[in-house]
């Protein structure tokens, strides 16, 4: 395949001269000389293991050259790469003033090429950029039409410095993002010598991906970093702790727990974080990340009531009380703190749980029920459907099946769905809203 890119910096060299070791011939496009000089004398003008080798051998077998010419780049491809710079502005903005300038120039050139051409953005922008902002001008300066007389696609990067090489062909996986997921293209054979799972997704969701994991990572760091502060003040190796912490993939590395919804409660999560937050204030250590989980988990239901109060209506129903799916205990329940702070608006309220009948209840949740909020035990429902007719606002707290088909009824009802009970959003009732979807 003959394949341009646009961008000699760290990540479009890489790539170039990876494809290029697999036999495609690469044109590399940059404005710097310097650059271009480094590679048609087999240098690589990036700092990275194995590049210089990598460099000379696919320039010394004619696969790779570097030019200046961007006329001669596009007329002698079919796919271009565009892989510059995304810097910040002094504000925290992307600066697109160089995909912007790339994107113009490759439309001008494309207004007179015979033949369809495949374009991949793979610098980091943020959600929107490729289809309100590349497109645009693509077409505007080419006078052509995306997905008619030309192709454009959003293909995130994951290569870290100092084993790019490494990682460019033993990523995690490969993901494209397309306008049509459904169809196939010639980037899906370009890729075809990878082995990894390759995923096509929505242009919008395949850049926020690179977000999610760039700010997971710093996550990461950051609270390994926090947690090793506060170890150290208590004379605890946090290094051991971690590397135990680390063993657990069924928990802790892993996805649980990383599926946007509603707030956490019960016995466990809440208590221990405010503990870690009250001793790490003690020990003087300023844990900016743990001390804000909490605040963080309390915005959820924030955000449920703004949803609720904008509805203008005062009916309503709630499915599930209990802090978690297949369990009656509501110790910490975010649901309970809706449905009391409901309440305390002047809103009428109807619950159902099937797990939390009072009847049923005995033992530490019987009692708390009686003591903390008897109000909320003479609001409860026997049936789904006393909820349903009594409402005109349903709250979905439990992915529980007796409730599922609730959000895929049409009727007038609004519903409001904080646990996703239905995965295909096309199939859910007129008027639905999801909590973080």
Same mark, same amino acid.
Not at 178 to 199: G, K, M, Q, V
Not at 400 to 422: C, F, G, H
């Given at each position: 395949?003959?394949?341009?890119?646009?961008?000699?910096?760290?990540?479009?060299?890489?790539?170039?001269?990876?494809?290029?070791?697999?036999?495609?011939?690469?044109?590399?496009?940059?404005?710097?000389?310097?650059?271009?000089?480094?590679?048609?004398?087999?240098?690589?003008?990036?700092?990275?293991?194995?590049?210089?080798?990598?460099?000379?051998?696919?320039?010394?077998?004619?696969?790779?050259?570097?030019?200046?010419?961007?006329?001669?780049?596009?007329?002698?491809?079919?796919?271009?790469?565009?892989?510059?710079?995304?810097?910040?502005?002094?504000?925290?903005?992307?600066d697109l003033t160089y995909v912007e300038r790339v994107a113009a120039k490759i439309g001008s050139l494309l207004a007179n090429k015979d033949g369809f051409?495949?374009?991949?953005?793979?610098?980091?922008?943020?959600?929107?950029?490729?289809?309100?902002?590349?497109?645009?001008?693509?077409?505007?300066?080419?006078?052509?039409?995306?997905?008619?007389?030309?192709?454009?696609?959003?293909?995130?990067?994951?290569?870290?410095?100092?084993?790019?090489?490494?990682?460019?062909?033993?990523?995690?996986?490969?993901?494209?993002? *397309?306008?049509? =997921? !459904?169809?196939?293209?010639?980037?899906? %054979?370009?890729?075809?010598? @990878?082995? &990894?799972?390759?995923? +096509?997704?929505?242009i919008k969701a395949a850049e926020m991906l690179k977000y999610v994991n760039n700010c997971f990572h710093g996550l990461k760091v950051a609270f390994a970093?926090?947690?090793?502060?506060?170890?150290?003040?208590?004379?605890?190796?946090?290094?051991?702790?971690?590397?135990?912490?680390?063993?657990?993939?069924?928990?802790?590395?892993?996805?649980?727990?990383?599926?946007?919804?509603?707030?956490?409660?019960?016995?466990?999560?809440?208590?221990?974080?405010?503990?870690?937050?009250?001793?790490?204030?003690?020990?003087?250590?300023?844990?900016?990340?743990?001390? *804000?989980?909490? =605040? !963080?988990?309390?915005?959820?239901?924030? %955000?449920?009531?703004?949803? @609720?109060? &904008?509805?203008?209506? +005062?009916?309503?129903?709630?499915?599930?009380?209990?802090?978690?799916?297949?369990?009656?205990?509501?110790?910490?329940?975010?649901?309970?703190?809706?449905?009391?702070?409901?309440?305390?608006?002047?809103?009428?309220?109807?619950?159902?749980?099937?797990?939390?009948?009072?009847?049923?209840?005995?033992?530490?949740?019987?009692?708390?029920?009686?003591?903390?909020?008897?109000?909320?035990?003479?609001?409860?429902?026997?049936?789904?459907?006393?909820?349903?007719?009594?409402?005109?606002?349903?709250?979905?707290?439990?992915?529980?099946?007796?409730?599922?088909?609730?959000?895929?009824?049409?009727?007038?009802?609004?519903?409001?769905?904080?646990?996703?009970?239905?995965?295909?959003?096309?199939?859910?009732?007129?008027?639905?809203?999801?909590?973080?979807?």
């Amino acid at each position: 395949m003959k394949i341009s890119v646009f961008g000699m910096g760290y990540v479009g060299c890489v790539t170039a001269a990876c494809f290029a070791d697999q036999g495609h011939d690469l044109i590399g496009v940059d404005i710097n000389e310097s650059k271009i000089e480094f590679i048609n004398s087999g240098k690589s003008p990036v700092i990275e293991d194995g590049m210089d080798e990598l460099i000379a051998r696919v320039v010394e077998n004619g696969k790779m050259v570097a030019t200046m010419d961007t006329k001669k780049a596009i007329n002698e491809s079919e796919v271009t790469l565009i892989t510059v710079g995304t810097p910040s502005k002094e504000n925290g903005d992307l600066d697109l003033t160089y995909v912007e300038r790339v994107a113009a120039k490759i439309g001008s050139l494309l207004a007179n090429k015979d033949g369809f051409h495949i374009i991949a953005l793979r610098s980091t922008v943020l959600p929107g950029t490729t289809e309100d902002f590349l497109i645009p001008i693509l077409e505007q300066s080419s006078g052509k039409k995306v997905y008619v007389d030309f192709d454009v696609y959003y293909n995130p990067e994951f290569l870290r410095e100092g084993s790019s090489i490494e990682d460019f062909y033993n990523p995690p996986f490969t993901v494209m993002g *397309t306008h049509d =997921p !459904s169809a196939s293209s010639r980037l899906d %054979e370009l890729y075809a010598f @990878i082995d &990894a799972p390759f995923f +096509k997704s929505s242009i919008k969701a395949a850049e926020m991906l690179k977000y999610v994991n760039n700010c997971f990572h710093g996550l990461k760091v950051a609270f390994a970093n926090e947690v090793g502060m506060i170890c150290k003040r208590l004379g605890v190796d946090s290094h051991e702790v971690m590397d135990l912490f680390c063993m657990d993939d069924r928990l802790n590395l892993s996805s649980y727990y990383l599926k946007p919804g509603f707030a956490f409660g019960g016995a466990c999560l809440p208590k221990d974080i405010r503990a870690l937050n009250y001793k790490s204030k003690m020990l003087d250590c300023d844990s900016k990340i743990i001390n *804000t989980i909490l =605040p !963080s988990n309390q915005n959820q239901i924030e %955000e449920t009531l703004r949803l @609720i109060y &904008a509805t203008k209506k +005062k009916r309503v129903g709630l499915l599930g009380l209990a802090f978690k799916a297949g369990t009656d205990d509501m110790r910490e329940s975010p649901l309970v703190t809706l449905a009391e702070t409901l309440l305390g608006k002047g809103f009428e309220l109807k619950i159902y749980d099937k797990n939390v009948s009072l009847a049923r209840l005995t033992g530490a949740n019987k009692a708390y029920i009686e003591k903390e909020i008897p109000h909320i035990g003479n609001l409860l429902a026997t049936t789904v459907d006393e909820v349903f007719n009594f409402s005109d606002v349903i709250v979905l707290g439990s992915k529980d099946p007796d409730i599922e088909y609730i959000a895929t009824m049409d009727s007038d009802k609004i519903i409001i769905d904080l646990v996703r009970i239905v995965d295909d959003l096309s199939e859910t009732g007129g008027n639905y809203e999801g909590l973080c979807w």
